[in-house]
């Protein structure tokens, strides 16, 4: 299989709670046989298991890198309520009793909330070269399944250059442009190796 992943860029944010339950019935690509979770402290592990054989066991295979966070996260309806008059606001003799509403006021109702952040680079998020490109369709998944967040990528799908975009969970259009930098005389005949977007390490 020659489609790999060349640039990739995430933001993406979900429940790790929802991150759970997208896994306990995955729609996986054809060369991966199952798919383990680990977590260790703060970090969450997803590993592809291989379906081929020929893939030894010694070999690290692709792999998704998460960090698990908590928020609070608040009720739809405090927000709502913030915006309206405040209850406690009497009026007496022209003056509201600002102190009886304080005493009434009851803080916004919340829960802690651990998220899954799929947050940097193709290192950071993606990592290890066996089964590289069927492990970010399976990223591409998870990003369809995010709160709020981004991916964006490059990606050759046999050997043809495609753009993937994926926001606050939908697929968005993305183009490729292919430019050639001006540059000096001097550089025209050499080959930019540190900042070259078809050349992965």
Known sequence: MTSRVYRLHSTLELPLEDLYDFFEDPDLPPEIADID??????????????????????????????????????EEEEEERRGGPPSGAASTGGSPQWGSFQEEVE???????????????????????????????????????????????????????????????????????????????DSQNGVNWRDNEFISE
């Open 37 to 74: 979770i680990t977590r260790r402290n703060n970090t969450l592990i997803i590993s592809a298991e291989a379906v081929d054989d020929s893939i030894s066991k010694y070999t690290p295979t692709a792999q998704l890198k998460a960090s698990v966070t908590e928020n609070r996260v608040y």
């Open 107 to 185: 803080p916004p109702e919340s829960e802690l909330v651990e998220y899954a952040c799929f947050k940097g680079d193709r290192e950071t998020v993606l990592q290890n070269t066996a089964l590289q490109y069927p492990m970010f369709e399976v990223l591409c998944q998870v990003a369809t399944h995010a709160e709020k967040g981004a991916l964006t990528a490059i990606v050759a799908v046999e050997e043809d250059l495609e753009a993937v975009r994926i926001v606050d969970g939908e697929r968005r259009p993305a183009s490729l442009t292919v430019t050639d930098d001006p540059g000096d005389e």
